[in-house]
């Protein structure tokens, strides 16, 4: 064994040295103790990974890594091994070769030498195959229902938002409301809103605004549109991805006087996005019984996503009852008959939106792919003669 030809061992600790003697032969040994400096030993926190374009015509994605003590980053495509890129910045822009799914996993280093690694998926789809869905592709319901008279209804037509009956509410929440009281992860920007092509659009964006890593819109009727009782028909085609959480909803106009739940909350339509979610929409009632309580159902697609094509969600609301259909088939009731739930006996007004991030649908993931878009391509308000 090496400890054999050990004949003397002698530790100079004011060098910092180590001197074995095998026989006739000195080997010497620097080590460092108490005196190493410790920020040279420090570990990479809080990564995070935006993309930030996506150029489909020369097939090129611009990626932007942040995270603290990073010192250098690396850029590794499709669990590949060999780093394709690095940078001290954490900027990347490359080029790939075909059209397809890529997942660019992003290593950030720290002085340890330790590293944080964050998996971005990235499509890279072809302009040519990239073509919305079709507005007549999906469901279609009726103008006119027997015993019912239209009342209101926005086709989103032309080139811009009927400021008449829509208003954007704009920012995170705060002061009052941070997060929207969901702690959702977007910013609502007008900017976001776009009609056009006889469709309302809105898109959530992985865009950093207003200290926020996400944007998006969100549109109400408050003060403009509102009704008591009646059925609602809103066409639309949802987006999709783990953390999307698009909703067709209501409130009490009362709100700003009573405040939430007291106001009352009809959820027309809201889908959590993700792998088990994009097939699935829900309908639920929210209201005050001497604290927040909530009911209702859901119904899941036989085939395919709510992305695919276009559907129609609606409520028929009277006196004792709010009903939930897609494609008029109906899936959910809920009695609002009783002493407790005075609030649904008013007049309610529409909130459009598509939060990302939040209490219910979590936040997105490496599996989220943005832009996401919800199109809207018709509401209308029918009550009874």
């Not at 920007?189 to 992985?206: F, S």
């Amino acid at each position: 064994m090496a400890s054999a030809s050990v004949v003397a061992l002698f530790l100079y600790s004011h060098m910092h040295r180590i001197f074995i003697i095998f026989g006739l032969t000195v080997l010497s040994l620097t080590l460092s103790f108490c005196t190493e400096d410790p920020e040279d030993n420090i570990n990479p926190a809080g990564l995070t990974v935006d993309v930030l374009s996506v150029d489909e015509e020369t097939k090129t994605i611009e990626l932007q890594a942040t995270a603290e003590n990073a010192i250098r980053y690396d850029l590794h495509l499709n669990e590949s091994d060999v780093a394709l890129l690095s940078s001290t910045d954490g900027y990347f822009v490359f080029s790939v070769d075909d059209f397809g799914t890529y997942t660019a996993s992003v290593r950030a280093y720290g002085s340890s030498g330790k590293y944080l690694s964050v998996d971005k998926i990235v499509e890279v789809i072809d302009p040519a195959t990239n073509e919305p869905v079709p507005l007549d592709q999906g469901y279609f319901s009726p103008e006119s229902y027997e015993g019912y008279e239209m009342v209101w209804s926005d086709e989103f037509t032309g080139n811009s938002l009927n400021t008449s009956d829509w208003t954007y509410e704009i920012g995170d929440g705060c002061p009052g409301n941070c997060g929207w009281g969901n702690n959702e992860l977007e910013y609502y920007r007008a900017e976001n809103t776009e009609v056009g092509d006889d469709v309302l659009t809105i898109t959530a964006k992985m865009q950093s605004f207003g200290g926020k890593q996400y944007t998006s819109s969100r549109l109400i009727t408050k003060d403009k549109q509102s009704f008591q009782y009646g059925r609602v028909d809103i066409r639309a085609l949802l987006p999709k991805g783990q953390g999307i959480w698009p909703a067709l909803w209501m409130l009490g106009s009362n709100i700003s006087t009573v405040g939430w739940p007291q106001c009352g909350e009809i959820d027309i339509m809201e889908m959590v996005g993700g792998t088990n979610g994009d097939n699935t929409v829900h309908g639920t009632l929210h209201w005050d019984v001497g604290g927040h309580a909530y009911q209702g159902g859901s119904t899941t697609l036989n085939d395919g996503t709510f992305a695919d094509e276009y559907h129609v969600f609606s409520i028929v609301w009277d006196q004792n009852w709010i009903r939930w259909y897609v494609n008029n088939n109906q899936y959910y009731s809920l009695s609002i008959s009783g002493a407790d739930m005075t609030e649904f006996h008013q007049d309610f007004f529409f909130i459009f939106n598509v939060a990302v991030g939040g209490n219910w649908p979590g936040s997105p993931d490496h599996t989220t792919v943005f832009p996401q878009q919800m199109k809207v391509d018709y509401i209308r308000v029918f009550q009874e003669n």
